[in-house]
């Protein structure tokens, strides 16, 4: 059989397997945007300051505490939630394609939802579900890390603005349609290896768990052990990613839209003429804090809800 024919018998194979209800296809939808809306309501605070840290200088912020205790006093607890309206709108519709691809790839190599794909698989998938998740990722990052560094803004006597809506708006008005996807290569740049971290992270940790059950089955364990592989997931996202998510939001923070790809070497190369090494790790330690709630609930949610919903994982 060809490649083409193989593929092609593989689409048919999930699309039966979909509409019979064994396989993901619309309960990834809705386990992932469960899981997002989770995801978003346990770690936007400290999501807000690793991305202060990540922009502003030593000079504005002496580290994590120095960020929170500033941002309490001068905006209010609610300050750390600036910019929550985009990830939590946004979130569900780029966790259910994330979740949505990542189900497919991994179908794909294996040829049945009910084969269980190996780790190296697994990291395909990953990367694979990285990839097209940027598409939708790149402007719900975009407008959340732009609200988020708000305070510097409301410091210079610079625009700011109230929601994702009206800066969405804007920055179509200034700059048009690459407006609104500013910093896309940049993300498909942190997602891939960030997401082929984070499913191998999480399959390696929920499997080991799994050997100390009498019949090795995944789908029995409870949430605690799901909550604890989800941690191991997030720990494995930002320790793969991190420079690269740094390079990210110092693009999506920039005056203009940077055209082309180049500008993630050029970045980079100011990150460290300004801080040397240790700016690609400015607020790593607050993600790997948020994380570990952050990727329990997330993973833990989303395993949960896709057995209530009878499918796969």
Same mark, same amino acid.
């Given at each position: 059989?060809?490649e083409?024919a193989?593929?092609?018998?593989?689409?048919q194979?999930r699309?039966i397997d979909?509409?019979s209800?064994s396989?993901?296809g619309? *309960?990834?939808f809705? =386990?992932?945007s469960?899981?997002?809306?989770?995801?978003?309501?346990?770690?936007?605070?400290?999501?807000?300051i690793?991305?202060?840290?990540q922009?502003?200088?030593?000079?504005?912020? *002496?580290? %994590?505490?120095? #960020?929170l205790?500033k941002?309490?006093?001068?905006?209010g607890?609610?300050g750390l939630?600036k910019?929550?309206a985009?990830?939590?709108?946004?979130i569900a519709?780029v966790n259910?394609?994330?979740?949505w691809?990542?189900?497919y790839a991994?179908?794909?190599q294996?040829g049945?939802p009910a084969i269980t794909p190996s780790l190296?698989q697994?990291?395909?998938?990953?990367a #694979?579900?990285?990839?097209?998740?940027s598409?939708?990722a790149?402007?719900?990052?975009?407008?959340?890390?732009?609200l988020?560094v708000?305070?510097? &803004?409301?410091v210079?006597? &610079?625009a700011t603005f109230?929601g994702?809506v009206?800066l969405a708006?804007h920055l179509?008005?200034? /700059?048009?349609?690459r407006?609104?996807?500013?910093? /896309?290569? =940049?993300?498909v740049a942190?997602?891939? %290896?960030?997401?082929?971290?984070f499913y191998t992270?999480?399959e /390696?940790a *929920?499997?080991?768990f799994a050997?100390s059950l009498?019949d090795?089955?995944v789908? *029995?364990?409870?949430?605690?052990p799901?909550m604890l592989s989800?941690?191991?997931?997030g720990?494995?996202?930002?320790t793969a990613s991190?420079p690269l998510?740094v390079?990210k939001s110092?693009?999506?923070?920039s !005056?203009?839209?940077?055209?082309?790809?180049?500008y993630?070497a050029?970045?980079?190369?100011?990150?460290? &003429?300004?801080q040397g090494?240790k700016?690609?790790?400015r607020?790593?330690?607050?993600?790997?804090?948020?994380t570990?709630p !952050?990727a &329990?609930?997330?993973?833990a949610?989303?395993e949960?809800?896709?057995?209530?919903?009878?499918?796969?994982?």
């Amino acid at each position: 059989m060809s490649e083409e024919a193989t593929t092609f018998s593989l689409m048919q194979d999930r699309l039966i397997d979909e509409a019979s209800g064994s396989g993901g296809g619309w *309960k990834d939808f809705v =386990a992932g945007s469960l899981a997002g809306a989770a995801q978003v309501a346990v770690g936007h605070p400290l999501d807000t300051i690793k991305v202060r840290m990540q922009i502003e200088g030593a000079n504005v912020f *002496k580290g %994590p505490m120095d #960020c929170l205790m500033k941002t309490v006093r001068n905006e209010g607890f609610l300050g750390l939630y600036k910019g929550m309206a985009s990830p939590l709108v946004g979130i569900a519709a780029v966790n259910s394609l994330l979740f949505w691809t990542y189900s497919y790839a991994k179908t794909i190599q294996t040829g049945s939802p009910a084969i269980t794909p190996s780790l190296e698989q697994i990291t395909i998938a990953g990367a #694979c579900a990285g990839a097209v998740n940027s598409i939708l990722a790149s402007p719900v990052e975009l407008l959340k890390v732009r609200l988020q560094v708000q305070y510097t &803004a409301a410091v210079d006597g &610079a625009a700011t603005f109230r929601g994702p809506v009206p800066l969405a708006r804007h920055l179509v008005q200034q /700059f048009g349609a690459r407006g609104i996807m500013w910093g /896309f290569w =940049a993300t498909v740049a942190r997602e891939i %290896p960030a997401n082929a971290a984070f499913y191998t992270g999480f399959e /390696f940790a *929920k499997r080991r768990f799994a050997n100390s059950l009498a019949d090795g089955d995944v789908n *029995k364990l409870g949430v605690v052990p799901l909550m604890l592989s989800g941690s191991v997931g997030g720990v494995s996202y930002w320790t793969a990613s991190y420079p690269l998510d740094v390079i990210k939001s110092r693009v999506q923070n920039s !005056a203009t839209p940077p055209r082309g790809i180049g500008y993630i070497a050029v970045a980079a190369r100011d990150i460290f &003429a300004e801080q040397g090494l240790k700016g690609f790790f400015r607020g790593y330690s607050t993600s790997v804090i948020r994380t570990i709630p !952050a990727a &329990a609930v997330t993973f833990a949610t989303y395993e949960l809800s896709m057995r209530a919903l009878g499918g796969s994982t």
